[in-house]
């Protein structure tokens, strides 16, 4: 069992509350297309290179440390492990928008055109990566991996509440602690701003280091320009695509096949029910690694890319999606005798889900039949 299980439970309640007060109370149009997306963008894959940079920067902290905190008391090793987490997250930030093969990392989260909480989940697969290089310091340093870890939980939730679209300007903490009001800034269509705002929690390195702008004034527009896509596979490489010439023209979207928002939002939390699942299971999962779990691995990672090609009317993904919702639970409930009450509700409700598509998909394709006179 891993101890994120149910702070990620909260963190899919919060975002789903927030879409409903977001409708509800702001009258907003929900965009239930882009919320799918940015929770199945890359959780899973994120997830694994998550495991290799905590591995990372705790084999430098076993084996490579200079020890500089072993006769420091705890509370003070906790104070700095603080401040210099957000100070590092900064400049890894700041750099992200300097460098164009790093800003092919973060694009995808800034691609985002409404700023919700789901925008917070929404991230490259290879976010976790450059993150390990920019922390593996604190562990040379000798910052205990538990404590950078704890540190970390708690930046990343500040990060997450800061994309909520209901907080107002918090008076005094402005001047201290990046905020809702700060963050949005940052995500603003104009280069100008969408280059300023790097702190994750404490806004004085901003104002420390020059990259500090107050919001606007009027009617702003988020997202930045780029590839038009649901699929995470394509959404997370197609940015490096670019830098290195490949060439590749996605095709536009098929209105063929139209899967309504309804079972789209249930068909992707049904997945991100089984994410979670995985990792209350298997945790980082790079202990001891079976078979069943390569294939569990697989299936989740080819349901998100099915999920995003089905949110764009594409037939293959379509297709793809009922093979996978109606082989996987064969193959581990029965297959592999998985029993646990867990496996068995989520893995039926992608099954009942499946069926459901299939049965839609079915009744479409035969009202696009010609029809034959007699």
């Given at each position: 069992m891993n101890t994120l299980t149910f702070p990620i439970i909260f963190m899919l309640v919060c975002i789903y509350i927030e879409a409903i007060l977001l409708k509800w109370i702001k009258k907003q149009n929900i965009n239930w297309l882009d919320i799918i997306f940015n929770l199945n963008s890359g959780h899973i894959v994120l997830w694994l290179f998550r495991g290799l940079e905590i591995l990372c920067y705790a084999y430098v902290y076993q084996n490579c440390s200079l020890n500089l905190f072993s006769s420091t008391p705890?509370?003070?090793?906790?104070?700095?492990?603080?401040?210099?987490?957000d100070f590092c997250f900064y400049w890894?930030?700041?750099?992200?928008?300097?460098y164009r093969l790093l800003y092919a990392v973060h694009?995808?989260?800034?691609?985002?055109?409404?700023?919700?909480?789901s925008l917070a989940v929404r991230n490259?697969?290879?976010?976790?990566?450059?993150?390990?290089?920019?922390?593996?310091?604190?562990?040379?340093?000798g910052l205990p991996t538990e404590i950078f870890l704890a540190v970390s939980m708690i930046h990343y939730s500040i990060q997450f509440f800061n994309h909520n679209d209901f907080t107002?300007?918090?008076?005094?903490l402005e001047k201290i602690f990046v905020t809702p009001n700060h963050h949005r800034v940052h995500h603003i269509n104009d280069r100008y701003y969408s280059n300023r705002n790097f702190g994750g929690s404490f806004i004085i390195w901003d104002?420390?280091?020059?990259?500090?702008?107050?919001?606007?004034?009027?009617?702003?527009?988020?997202?930045?320009?780029?590839?038009?896509?649901?699929?995470?596979?394509?959404?997370?490489?197609?940015?490096?695509?670019?830098?290195?010439?490949?060439?590749?023209?996605?095709?536009?979207f098929p209105n063929k096949f139209v899967i309504s928002n309804l079972l789209m939002t249930l068909g992707s939390t049904a997945l991100f029910i089984l994410a979670i699942s995985y990792i209350y299971t298997y945790g980082y999962g790079l202990n001891d690694i079976s078979l069943t779990q390569y294939i569990l691995f697989a299936y989740l990672a080819g349901g998100t890319i099915f999920l995003g090609a089905m949110s764009e009317g594409r037939p293959w993904g379509i297709i793809g999606w009922i093979i996978l919702t109606l082989t996987m639970p064969l193959l581990f409930l029965y297959g592999f005798q998985w029993h646990q009450t867990y496996w068995q509700i989520t893995m039926a409700l992608?099954?009942?889900?499946?069926?459901?598509?299939?049965?839609?998909?079915?009744?479409?394709?035969?009202?696009?039949?010609?029809?034959?006179?007699?």
């Open positions: 705890v509370f003070y090793i906790w104070i700095f492990a603080v401040f210099a987490w890894q930030h700041r750099l992200l928008h300097t694009l995808i989260h800034h691609q985002g055109e409404n700023f919700n909480l490259s697969w290879y976010s976790s990566l450059l993150s390990a290089v920019f922390n593996v310091g604190l562990a040379f340093l107002p300007r918090l008076g005094f104002k420390l280091f020059g990259s500090y702008a107050e919001m606007p004034e009027g009617t702003v527009n988020y997202g930045s320009p780029g590839v038009k896509t649901f699929n995470p596979l394509l959404a997370s490489n197609f940015p490096f695509m670019q830098i290195f010439k490949i060439r590749f023209q996605p095709s536009s992608l099954s009942i889900h499946g069926i459901i598509i299939f049965i839609n998909w079915i009744r479409v394709y035969r009202k696009s039949l010609p029809v034959i006179e007699p």
